[in-house]
């Protein structure tokens, strides 16, 4: 007859309370610029989620302010308002709103709107994460995992494969960099990651595998570039890794009989 | 999964040293009682106002003349009350210590060695309805097969009544019982432990007994849990569970035909001044149990913490009385915010560290939740769902604030399922 306190807004509020050290170390290394644009970011997304209460009567989430921080830090910059207004609400609506809401959502919207992003205006330049942030993510796969919101099992799958790359396939830092933004920002987002032990795990190794294709194979691409394309094509495996996962998990059950 | 608090699963230290001293209470009033879900029909084998001896047949079922239900206690049948189809509500009965105690004839189950006997004997002594089958959880009908019988020595939910205790000084009738119950069953006897309240000899208990230690960690001191790790139930293939203290009952039982009168039950909740252990016979008035340490203002009595319903009595399964400070009137809301609460159903589960250790890492808790909230019988039920009841879901609703709670939909699930079943 006890209720609990896991309802998603506590999830997605101790999701925002682990990003704080990261948001901070971002705001501290970009100051008033880097301000605005969290706050344009913000308040566009939080139009979309508005209209969608009234119109759908669908509760606003702040999981919201993730996609904005994620939005603000990783998408690509000098762009100007109109193209921003419109990858934001492309990934915003088709993303997560029009699924009904985050807990709901196919995709990371943020994954989906810097992917747009990026990928719709390939003139803008992608953005160049500052060294302390990847020292950052300590603290808030910490604060995650402590408070249970991140898999850990993400975080060292994917952390596996970037130490392999880094000691024997010469990774550099900003790449390294940009993939631990990314890891904890949109991978280990646990709405759309894999939700199986084995499938959590197979899941952290395919991003960091992908950062590692991506960073060696693809010429010409930049690190936020490489993270967030391997980030989107690991979310979207995702359910497959963990399709594997429960057949094998029904496969040791065949003979319980 | 730090925030969720570990140490939740030991006994409570004023749960402890209440053990010292078990006070039994045999309270005035007690009852048996069905929901109307049940469908119990039953005919009356004693009338109002009679006399009746502790363990005295009372009630039959119309459907199933061979299930009985005993007096709990000696004294006197207070009130009978039926709804339609002589669906029973409830028999009350009123204490007299002197009415004495009912012997059963136990001469034909040979202390346990005879199974159809046994049988016979635990449907005419009452104690049928201690057992609990699943698929779907009901009392097993009469003639059903087990495929499996686990017995539950650990009870790891908080604050519950420890086995052990329940168990001391009992090991020679909870043998007897286990051997007993192995006999009723073409496959395993698994008795789940804790590795505390087993008994030192074991030997000679039968091919098909297996010990089965659990590290006591709640959830995996559930049934339900267990038994979908490890025999999953299917329609067809039932499993049966029954927690110890009740197969050292049936020892008792089947050594000397006496119902024994007792159950350890706890007594806790955050509307109580002390937490306490105490013996009490099956039916008990839990009023009575606590009116003498319960806080001021209103509460609200249920049996369970997590997986509590309201109760006046406590029922055949319950072992756990918890008061809860309430029944308050529930907040007026806004219509808005109530359009924004209810227009989204079922809410979405976040799959988190708190949703996989609700299952104790036993099953695969996102897509089990998530089938269930589709409302897909199959894939739930290829993930265990048919070994599950309500009370194996009550930390998942409790941990994730789920509405629906899992345990309605569940419920819903297995209601739909034993309907096609039976179709």
């Not at chain 2, 909870?174 to 069953?185: K, V």
Request: aromatic share 6%.
């Amino acid at each position: 007859m006890t209720r609990g306190i896991w309802d998603r807004e506590t999830v997605a509020l101790l999701l925002l309370a682990a990003a704080l050290p990261l948001a901070a170390t971002w705001l501290l290394s970009t100051g008033m610029t880097g301000a605005l644009r969290l706050v344009f970011v913000l308040v566009a997304a939080g139009l979309w989620h508005v209209a969608f209460m009234l119109a759908r009567a669908q509760p606003p989430s702040f999981a919201g302010a993730l996609t904005a921080l994620a939005i603000a830090l990783l998408a690509p910059v000098d762009l100007g308002p109109i193209p921003m207004l419109l990858g934001i609400s492309f990934g915003v609506v088709a993303g997560e709103l029009a699924f009904g809401g985050w807990g709901r959502n196919v995709v990371n919207p943020a994954t989906l709107a810097i992917a747009f992003l990026g990928f719709g205006f390939p003139a803008a330049p992608w953005p160049v994460l500052p060294i302390q942030l990847g020292w950052s993510v300590i603290a808030v796969v910490a604060i995650g995992t402590f408070a249970g919101v991140i898999a850990w099992r993400v975080v060292a799958g994917a952390g596996a494969a970037i130490a392999v790359g880094w000691y024997s396939l010469g990774l550099g830092m900003p790449v390294a960099t940009a993939a631990a933004v990314v890891l904890v920002l949109l991978v280990c987002d646990p709405v759309t990651s894999a939700s199986t032990n084995l499938g959590r795990w197979l899941y952290g190794l395919l991003y960091g595998a992908l950062v590692l294709l991506f960073a060696l194979g693809w010429k010409g691409a930049v690190p936020v570039q490489v993270a967030v394309s391997a980030a989107l094509l690991a979310s979207l495996a995702a359910p497959l890794l963990d399709e594997i996962a429960i057949r094998l998990w029904l496969a040791r059950r065949k003979r319980l009989g | 999964m730090a925030l969720l608090d570990r140490g939740q699963t030991e006994p409570t230290d004023t749960l402890k040293s209440a053990s010292a001293e078990i006070q039994t209470r045999i309270t005035d009033q007690c009852a048996l009682f069905s929901q109307p879900q049940d469908d119990f029909r039953v005919e009356t084998l004693v009338a109002q106002g009679a006399r009746v001896r502790q363990g005295a047949p009372v009630l039959r079922s119309r459907r199933q003349p061979e299930l009985t239900l005993v007096a709990p206690v000696a004294g006197e049948v207070a009130a009978i009350e039926f709804g339609p189809g002589r669906r029973l509500v409830h028999i009350l009965f009123f204490h007299l210590p002197d009415a004495g105690r009912h012997a059963h004839d136990v001469a034909a189950a040979r202390g346990g060695d005879d199974a159809p006997a046994t049988r016979a004997l635990l449907l005419s002594a009452g104690m049928w309805t201690r057992l609990r089958s699943r698929p779907f959880g009901r009392v097993p009908a009469p003639a059903e097969q087990p495929s499996a019988i686990f017995v539950m020595a650990l009870d790891t939910r908080l604050d519950a009544p420890p086995p052990t205790l329940a168990l001391a000084g009992r090991e020679e009738d909870f043998l007897r019982g286990l051997r007993a119950l192995a006999r009723l069953t073409a496959g395993p006897l698994v008795v789940c432990h804790d590795g505390s309240a087993i008994p030192a000899q074991i030997a000679g208990l039968g091919e098909n007994v297996r010990f089965h230690r659990i590290a006591p960690v709640h959830p995996k001191g559930l049934a339900g849990l267990q038994i979908a790790a490890l025999h999953p139930a299917e329609a067809g293939r039932p499993v049966w569970d029954v927690h110890a203290e009740d197969v050292a009952d049936f020892g008792a039982l089947l050594a000397t035909g006496l119902v024994p009168e007792t159950r350890l039950v706890s007594v806790s909740g955050l509307a109580l001044r002390e937490n306490r252990l105490m013996r009490c016979q099956p039916g008990a008035d839990l009023r009575a149990l606590c009116f003498d340490i319960v806080k001021p203002g209103p509460h609200r009595l249920l049996t369970g913490l997590h997986d509590g319903v309201e109760a006046r009595w406590l029922g055949p399964w319950a072992r756990q009385v918890v008061a809860v400070k309430g029944a308050t009137a529930p907040p007026r809301r806004h219509w808005f915010s109530a359009a924004l609460r209810s227009a989204g159903r079922p809410l979405p589960i976040i799959p988190t560290a708190a949703l996989d250790e609700a299952f104790g890492g036993l099953l695969p808790s996102t897509a089990l939740m998530r089938a269930l909230a589709a409302n897909d019988a199959e894939t739930a039920a290829r993930f265990g769902a048919l070994s599950l009841i309500e009370e194996d879901l009550a930390l998942a609703d409790y941990l994730t604030a789920a509405r629906p709670r899992f345990a309605i939909m569940l419920r819903a699930m297995l209601d739909r399922v034993a309907a096609e079943e039976r179709a």
